[in-house]
């Protein structure tokens, strides 16, 4: 009784918000219906982008602002005195042995991941076209691509499950491996550095349909005179392929990679939910998480966090690059 009242006072709460939103909205709207006269536009144009604006400078820019002032301080305590330690917190990252690992895996994750998925895609939206029920086929590979990354992490957790040897394995890992042969499996989320090439497995499944209805509609937007000319001519198969479907769809390929490598840098979800970082698995998203959480040093989470922003930054700035570029053509 008292959880269902807790969570009835929840949800009241957060529809009083809400409401409360979508009311000053109203307001703002009315108000700007109202005015007359020169002042007509900029204030209307005030009234709209002010609570964007609003929204924008609470929910990111403040906040990166402090994450940037954080990561020059040490640990941080209750209280005025916050020390400075200048780049004490960086140097920390790149030297101490076990964040400098993490940055190196979380570098890892982000060479292979987008790669795989990526060509796992492209062979798919290949092959996908010439089924004849292309669609549950589609529909098949597209489905784990709606499923969070928690989700994701507790199906394939079940999946490297491991129990002794001599006890009834419930994993289906193990048990393919003990059918083929292999008698005594490892322990699968135990072994270094396999462990990690298994859970990148979990995000490759995921990112794979995403990439395949992407690579897919640009292959299908290549006229069709430019394949038959190329038949013609007598490209074929993987040569048509290499010299004219992927120079046509490059821009394609080099935004679903960008696009899966950003993804790749938020993977806390997956290594928090499996392993929890431990075992030598733990990459940067979830060390930001560890120092900020569990070791209470926001200096320290704050510089990581700056970090892998800077890290997302590039591949931003490459990728709208690549769609100015492609709209100027």
Do not use: C
């Not at 009311?23 to 700007?32: E, G, K, N, Q, R």
């Not at 040093?297 to 892998?308: D, H, M, Q």
């Amino acid at each position: 009784m008292h959880l269902l009242t807790t969570s009835l006072d929840k949800l009241l709460g957060v529809l009083e918000a809400v409401g409360g939103f979508v009311a000053i909205l109203a307001f703002l709207f009315w108000l700007a219906g109202k005015v007359r006269g020169r002042f007509e536009k900029p204030i209307a144009n005030i009234l709209l982008l002010g609570p964007a604006v609003i929204l924008l400078l609470v929910g990111l820019v403040i906040p990166a602002i402090r994450t940037i002032f954080l990561s020059f301080r040490g640990q941080y305590v209750i209280g005025p005195d916050v020390k400075y330690v200048g780049l004490a917190n960086y140097k920390w990252a790149f030297t101490d042995p076990h964040t400098l690992h993490t940055l190196v895996r979380t570098a890892e994750w982000l060479v292979i991941v987008p790669l795989v998925s990526t060509v796992a895609g492209l062979v798919f939206a290949l092959l996908v076209d010439r089924m004849k029920y292309q669609v549950i086929a589609k529909s098949l590979i597209f489905m784990p691509t709606a499923i969070s990354f928690v989700g994701a992490s507790l199906i394939w957790k079940y999946v490297y499950q491991y129990r002794a040897p001599g006890l009834p394995q419930i994993g289906l890992l193990s048990e393919v491996a003990m059918k083929l042969g292999w008698s005594h499996p490892p322990n699968w989320l135990l072994s270094s550095p396999l462990n990690t090439f298994l859970m990148m497995v979990i995000l490759v499944w995921i990112e794979t349909g995403f990439a395949m209805v992407i690579m897919g509609a640009a292959l299908r937007s290549i006229p069709d005179d430019v394949i038959e000319a190329a038949r013609v001519d007598g490209a074929k198969g993987w040569r048509l392929f290499r010299s004219v479907q992927l120079p046509m769809i490059s821009s394609t390929v080099t935004v679903v990679i960008i696009t899966i490598m950003t993804a790749t840098l938020k993977i806390f979800d997956i290594v928090y939910t499996i392993t929890g970082g431990n075992f030598h698995t733990d990459v940067l998203s979830n060390e930001m998480y560890s120092q900020i959480f569990e070791e209470f040093n926001n200096g320290r989470g704050s510089a990581l966090a700056v970090i892998l922003f800077l890290a997302v930054v590039p591949l931003v700035t490459v990728s709208i690059l690549r769609l100015r570029k492609e709209r100027y053509a």
